[in-house]
């Protein structure tokens, strides 16, 4: 029996989602108005480790992370770190509203994408 869709949860992901995204932001725009950028990715990535350190821990341990491909992990996080960069610094550039709506826009690039790297088809529903 497949699981039943709930519209009402499916909402409320999405919402706290947004709020996440702009939280994140809000937050990103005060800090970098007091730090540089590479200040505020250091900070992240301190904090990220400390939340993150005992949950792989629990779970196995580095071990249980260990990759056959360390070097394609390597380059997601680079181009990720870069993505990072990048955002933050246009946080300092443009209105939030301008970098909010530039971020609404993730689900067509995120089609149009998978349909040139993955192979995906596009179909209606």
């Not at 350190?53 to 260990?66: E, N, T, Y």
């Amino acid at each position: 029996m497949a699981p039943s869709p709930s519209i009402p949860r499916a909402a409320f992901w999405m919402a706290l989602s947004i709020a996440s995204f702009l939280t994140m932001s809000v937050a990103g725009r005060a800090t970098t108005a007091e730090l540089n950028v590479f200040q505020v990715l250091e900070l992240r990535s301190v904090i990220g480790l400390f939340i993150l350190l005992p949950l792989v821990m629990i779970s196995g341990g580095f071990a249980a992370m260990r990759t056959k491909r360390p070097l394609a992990h390597i380059a997601r996080n680079v181009v990720h770190f870069v993505g990072q960069a990048a955002w933050l610094y246009a946080l300092t550039l443009i209105p939030l509203a301008v970098l909010i709506s530039i971020e609404f826009t993730t689900p067509i690039w995120t089609a149009i994408l998978a349909v040139g790297f993955l192979g995906e088809r596009l179909s209606r529903p």
